[in-house]
């Protein structure tokens, strides 16, 4: 197994493509620590199916972007689980609109969140990876923050922002064997795309070329990779999963 006893954070891991990465990383023996904004009936229900497949898993509710709560959340899980080996920074959120339209607090709400909550949790956990001299953090980017898109100024911002300063911290951190790598996803079918209509939905492969979208189990694979001993040599990465899009 490619994670066996090790110990991995995965933020915002409830749904979507942080519950793949639970999941997958769960596989491979790894024990999880994750996390939502609440403790939920989802929470609790992921937490058991974790500790089903073998491992010890807890959820926490935490808002990541906070930058005192991400510190308490990393002491807690030190406390828990002895030792952190991998980091996702996976939380994230949109709230689209044209930049004619989009206000203040629209761009400062989705910035605050996808990428300040980058910066607390890595501050976090860098002291006792840096202290361990080895850790694997890996960063949930997207295609947007290198193309670009329409409607989401402020979320093509975090996420490019994402990438500059994971590259930064793979710089600073390299020597002590802690790499930072960021996944880019691309169009992922999850349960908020099941509800677009066919029709949107073909428009859009239609741009793939690989006329489909991608899983949640597809985008896990990479991060498995990133996170795990496969690739000791790889940091700074930007890894685009996409099907090919022309511009990421
Ligand atoms: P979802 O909305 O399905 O899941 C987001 C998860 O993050 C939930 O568990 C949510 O739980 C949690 N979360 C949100 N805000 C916070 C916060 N402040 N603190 C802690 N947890 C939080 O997202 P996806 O699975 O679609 O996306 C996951 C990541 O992948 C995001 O970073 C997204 O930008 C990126 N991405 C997704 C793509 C896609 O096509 N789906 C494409 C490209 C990138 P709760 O709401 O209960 O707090």
């Known amino acids: 197994m490619l ?4 110990v991995a954070i995965i933020t915002g891991a409830t749904r979507g493509i942080g519950l793949a990465i639970a ?3 769960a596989k491979e023996g790894c024990n999880i620590a994750f996390c939502a904004r609440s403790r939920n009936e989802k929470m609790i229900q992921v937490e058991q199916e974790l500790i089903d497949a073998g491992v ?3 959820g926490y509710a935490v808002d990541v ?3 005192n709560q991400a510190q308490t959340f ?3 899980v030190m406390q828990d689980f002895g030792h952190i080996d991998i980091l996702v920074n996976n939380a994230g959120i949109t709230d689209d609109s044209a930049l004619k339209r989009m206000t203040e607090e629209q761009f400062d709400h989705v910035v605050g969140v996808n990428l300040k909550s980058v910066f607390c949790m890595t501050k976090a956990v860098q002291p006792l990876m840096w202290k361990q001299g080895k850790g694997s953090i890996v960063n949930i980017g997207s295609v947007v923050g290198i193309a670009g898109n329409y409607n989401q100024a402020n979320y093509a911002a975090s996420k490019a922002g994402i990438i500059g300063f994971s590259k930064s911290c793979a710089k600073e951190f390299a020597a002590r064997n802690i790499r930072v790598n960021i996944v880019c996803p691309g169009f992922i079918e999850t349960e ?3 509800e677009v209509p066919k029709e949107l939905m073909d428009t859009w ?3 793939i070329p690989m006329k489909r979208p991608g899983t949640t189990d597809e985008v896990a694979q990479a991060c498995l990779f990133l996170a795990s001993d496969m690739c000791p040599y790889i940091t700074s990465v930007v890894l685009p999963i996409c099907g090919g899009m022309e511009d990421a």
């Open 74 to 76: 990393v002491a807690e």
């Open 3 to 6: 994670l066996e006893n090790k």
């Open 192 to 194: 908020m795309t099941a």
């Open 205 to 207: 492969c239609s741009r």
């Open 65 to 67: 972007a906070d930058y």
């Open 56 to 58: 010890q898993a807890k």
């Open 23 to 25: 999941r997958r990383f």
